[in-house]
Nanobody, 122 residues
Framework: QVQLVESGGGLVQPGGSLRLSCAAS????????MAWYLQAPGKQRELVAR???????NYADSVKGRFTISRGNAKNTVYLQMNSLKPEDTAVYYC????????????????WGQGTQVTVSS
C-alpha cells in the first residue's frame, strides 16, 4: 500500500557529509510522521531523527547539531542531512513512515524502507 524508496547512502570520510532521501508513494491518505532509524551490526534499531506532520522534530542526543531532518515540498519525501560524520555513525539507515491510507482509512500503520548503508571511514 505504501512503498518507500531510499537513496543517498555510501562511503564517506570522517568529518564529511551525506544526504539521505526517502520518497513515499502508494495509496497514502495522510502521513502522520516520518523518521530515520539506524541499525549498527549486532545492535538494535534506534531512532536518529523524527519529524511530524506539524513539522515538529526530535533527534537522538548523539546527532544533535550534526544531523537535520526535513520534508520536501510534496511532503511525501523526507531527508536527513548528515554533517560532521563520525565512524560511530556507520550503520544501515532506515526510513520510517507512519501513515493512513485510502485502504486502511483512519488506522495508522508503520512502513519501513529497505535500508541504505552509511559507512564513515578513512
Amino acid at each position: 500500500q505504501v512503498q518507500l524508496v531510499e537513496s543517498g547512502g555510501g562511503l564517506v570520510q570522517p568529518g564529511g557529509s551525506l544526504r539521505l532521501s526517502c520518497a513515499a508513494s502508494g495509496s497514502i491518505r495522510s502521513i502522520r510522521a516520518m523518521a530515520w532509524y539506524l541499525q549498527a551490526p549486532g545492535k538494535q534499531r534506534e531512532l536518529v531523527a523524527r519529524i511530524t506532520s506539524a513539522s515538529s522534530t526530535n533527534y537522538a542526543d548523539s546527532v544533535k547539531g550534526r544531523f537535520t531532518i526535513s520534508r520536501g515540498n510534496a511532503k511525501n519525501t523526507v531527508y536527513l542531512q548528515m554533517n560532521s560524520l563520525k565512524p560511530e555513525d556507520t550503520a544501515v539507515y532506515y526510513c520510517y513512515v507512519k501513515a493512513t491510507t485510502f485502504v486502511t482509512g483512519s488506522l495508522e500503520y508503520v512502513y519501513w524502507g529497505q535500508g541504505t548503508q552509511v559507512t564513515v571511514s578513512s
